[in-house]
């Protein structure tokens, strides 16, 4: 084996470093570390990663639970609880009739279902 090792060192002459067993050690640990480890650097990529997608949904729903306390504070007001309900919910009084106009961009296209 030695032997081998040393007719691949005179043909090779950068694999002499590879001859001392602190660089073996070295590069054992750092392969180790990179790929192998329980905390390695692909496993950081990894969990990196899924903090960032975290943080986005984080603020996407502060601000969803922003406008939804805007809202609540709105419908604190009767006038504005009556014109939601008229809005969303299609609702009318005793006296009235609802004519609900759609136009042609509105309609989901067929097939679209």
Do not use: C
């Amino acid at each position: 084996m030695r032997k081998a090792f040393q007719n691949l060192v005179t043909r090779y002459p950068f694999l002499k470093i590879f001859g001392n067993r602190y660089v073996l050690v070295l590069l054992f640990f750092t392969v180790w570390m990179l790929f192998l480890d329980n905390y390695s650097y692909l496993e950081h990529r990894l969990l990196n990663k899924e903090i960032d997608e975290l943080e986005d949904n984080k603020k996407y729903y502060q601000e969803e639970i922003r406008k939804d306390n805007e809202n609540i504070k709105k419908l604190k007001n009767p006038g504005q609880v009556e014109k939601y309900a008229r809005e969303k919910y299609y609702m009318k009084r005793d006296n009235e009739d609802i004519y609900i106009i759609e136009f042609e961009d509105d309609t989901p296209a067929e097939g679209a279902e």
